[in-house]
């Protein structure tokens, strides 16, 4: 018996080393650098708004954040590198919709929402369909009767196949009839190039990557997600008659399993960055909203936008079977 306990002692003598140092890592945290892996390549929306919370969770935590831009599978590469992470709190996530909500529901991702521990929304964004400023289109109705009565004639530029935006158009494809050819970037910056390039006829975007260019008169906007002091002669999908929500949005997790206290910490942290007026007006200077919402609040809306998007994906067939 006395043998037994010795043996068993000695087994939580050698456990209770390896259980102590994470209990003092989160009290501590962080002690190195943390890296923020977008599942896009640079340039582009999901990297701009990466850098900015970098740039202020740097400022608070007093340690790096490096942005990694881990590109590929429309956002699948980077996302799974991150769920599959070690989740000690050195590695976290830009979220978006894309990756989290559809890409599991269209195919075998290697991760599933439940994956991640979701920490907070940082901002929301009026969305919008782009063309050359030299495009003969008024309205995304023109545009839509023009490729309805023209099937494969134009292409839509997409950062990813199943990015939000993506289906987003695609389900719009599939209410006004409209068929385009759809070809594949790494990034929203890379989109945007083929558009003004001619290389694309349209895509559909966030303000951090067409608002410069619709500024510098090289797009036109042909339906906004809702009327905008940038953009006040740009016809809204509501005015087109065009239902949905056409809002992005972006937030910050982490792989599942991050100890409480450091999510608890990041959430503090990503608070008080949005109570900065500094913080406000990068994101703002990007043509998005700050946003902070975190806890139930966002984890209730999470689930309500992955309802909605099985719906779409299920009237689109594109559900996995």
């Excluded at 890409?103 to 920490?119: M, R, V």
């Excluded at 940038?230 to 399993?257: C, E, M, Q, S, V």
Aim: net charge positive; charged share 15%.
């Amino acid at each position: 018996m006395f043998k037994t306990l010795r043996t068993a002692l000695c087994v939580l003598g050698a456990l209770l080393p390896a259980a102590l140092p994470s209990a003092a890592t989160a009290g501590s945290y962080p002690v190195k650098p943390i890296q923020l892996i977008v599942p896009y390549g640079p340039g582009g929306d999901s990297d701009l708004t990466a850098r900015v919370w970098a740039e202020f969770a740097k400022q608070r935590l007093g340690q790096p954040v490096v942005v990694v831009n881990k590109a590929g599978g429309g956002g699948l590469a980077g996302t799974l590198a991150a769920a599959k992470a070690r989740p000690d709190g050195y590695t976290l996530y830009l979220v978006q919709a894309g990756p989290v909500l559809i890409l599991p529901q269209t195919a075998s991702a290697g991760y599933t929402f439940d994956s991640f521990a979701y920490i907070a929304r940082i901002m929301i964004a009026n969305c919008a369909v782009v063309v050359r400023a030299d495009a003969p289109w008024k309205d995304l109705n023109e545009f839509g009767a023009d490729a309805k009565t023209n099937p494969g004639k134009y292409i839509f530029a997409t950062p990813g196949a199943t990015a939000w935006l993506t289906f987003a158009m695609r389900n719009w494809q599939s209410i006004s009839g409209a068929r385009l050819k759809q070809v594949e970037y790494q990034s929203g910056a890379e989109t945007i190039n083929a558009v003004v390039g001619g290389h694309a006829d349209m895509n559909f975007m966030f303000p951090q990557t067409y608002a410069p260019m619709v500024r510098a008169g090289k797009l036109k906007i042909l339906a906004i997600g809702a009327e905008s002091k940038d953009f006040p002669d740009a016809p809204t999908f509501a005015g087109l008659g065009i239902k949905g929500n056409y809002f992005g949005w972006a937030g910050i997790a982490a792989p599942k399993g991050t100890p409480r206290e450091i999510i608890d910490k990041l959430t503090a942290v990503t608070e008080d960055m949005s109570k900065d007026p500094a913080f406000a007006k990068a994101i703002e200077n990007m043509g998005a909203m700050p946003d902070f919402t975190a806890g139930e609040t966002w984890m209730r809306q999470l689930k309500e936008q992955q309802a909605e998007m099985t719906l779409v994906l299920g009237n689109l067939n594109m559900l996995k079977k």
